[in-house]
């Protein structure tokens, strides 16, 4: 079992910077790969970026790319997300999400096995 909690979201100008932090619990953090999803307001939940277990491996969907940077720090069982250059578009529900049985699509939810509750991350034009 694995419980994730999400924390950082908030309202931010366009152009502005958050970053978004993911406690993990439960199974040891650094033997499962994690990820960041977010749910824009009427829309399907879509992957936004993934990180191995040692987190040297990093991917990211092209939208996001040069301006978000996922991160792990497996002694505080702690993903991050450092969102820059935010645009209206980014605005959505931020997810993070745990890939504790590998074998599935990274690239879709389906893919990973616990999540968190989520956290608004709204920016304004």
Known sequence: QVQLV????????????????????????????????????????????????????????????????????????TVYLQMNSLMPEDTAVYYCAADTKPGGNPLYAHGYDYWGQGTQVTVSS
Do not use: H
Request: proline content about 3%.
């Open 6 to 77: 999400e924390s950082g979201g908030g309202l931010v100008q366009a152009g502005g910077s958050l970053r978004l932090s993911c406690a993990a619990s439960g199974r040891t953090f650094s033997s499962y790969a994690m990820g960041w999803f977010r749910q824009p307001p009427g829309k399907e939940r879509e992957f936004v970026a993934r990180i191995s277990r040692s987190g040297g491996n990093t991917y990211y969907t092209d939208s996001v790319k040069g301006r978000f940077t996922i991160s792990r720090d497996n002694a505080k069982n």
